[in-house]
């Protein structure tokens, strides 16, 4: 656990006032009570409560267009990229950054996300984040096999094993960038999500997630 901040002195300081520094107000101070102590814990705030990562062109329309409304909806400060944003061949400094500023990150898994370099560039530094930052990550399913996901190859489609394979000829076999991505697909196939088969209902059990995290 890390260890807190230092303490804040608040000389006869009232509960109204104290409300101020609730973190709703960017340029105060946000402040926790502690065991009867306040500390300032601004440092810690982030930039998004959300980042999501998805292929655009198998859900931006549908599943991912609902969560987006229904988290927005909720006042959850949601970061979601534009087309624009997806150019060249490594990801933009934007991206990352917003992944290390965010408190979640919802991974979208969809036919054809792993055939993206920008997806699986997103996905390595989420998950690198996860182990170095204690980024939370949620994963959702949308119309693929978690065992697909995991273990690129096994499913019933094999669409990302497909889209690895192309990966391996393109930068090679035992690239550390290739390398990267497996691992990182493995590791976020391995964590519990959710399995789409109604967009309704799997929005609604993230939103009580996160609602409950909030």
């Not at 804040?8 to 102590?37: C, F, H, I, W």
């Not at 624009?84 to 054809?112: C, D, H, T, W, Y």
Request: proline letters at 3%; a neutral charge.
């Amino acid at each position: 656990m890390k260890p807190l901040p230092p303490r804040v002195q608040l000389v006869e300081t009232s509960e109204d006032e104290l409300k101020q520094y609730d973190g709703t107000n960017p340029k105060k101070s946000l402040l926790m009570a502690n065991r009867g102590q306040i500390y300032d814990v601004s440092q810690s705030r982030k930039s998004y409560d959300v980042f999501l990562s998805f292929r655009g062109t198998d859900v931006r329309n549908n599943f991912l267009g609902h969560l987006y409304i229904a988290l927005d909806q909720r006042g959850i400060n949601t970061y979601i990229d534009s087309e624009e944003l997806r150019k060249g061949e490594q990801i933009s400094p934007a991206l990352m950054e917003a992944i290390k500023e965010s408190q979640i990150a919802i991974v979208v898994f969809s036919e054809n996300y792993a055939s993206s370099k920008w997806c699986l560039d997103e996905l390595a530094e989420i998950m690198e984040c996860k182990e170095q930052r204690n980024l939370v990550v949620f994963s959702v399913f949308y119309k693929v096999e978690p065992r697909e996901v995991r273990t690129p190859g096994k499913g019933d489609r094999q669409s990302y094993g497909k889209a690895m394979a192309e990966h391996e000829v393109n930068f090679g076999k035992d690239s550390e960038k290739v390398k990267r991505w497996k691992k990182a697909l493995s590791n976020v196939g391995s964590l519990s999500g959710w399995h789409v088969t109604e967009n309704e209902y799997v929005t609604t059990l993230l939103l009580l997630q996160l609602v409950y995290f909030f």
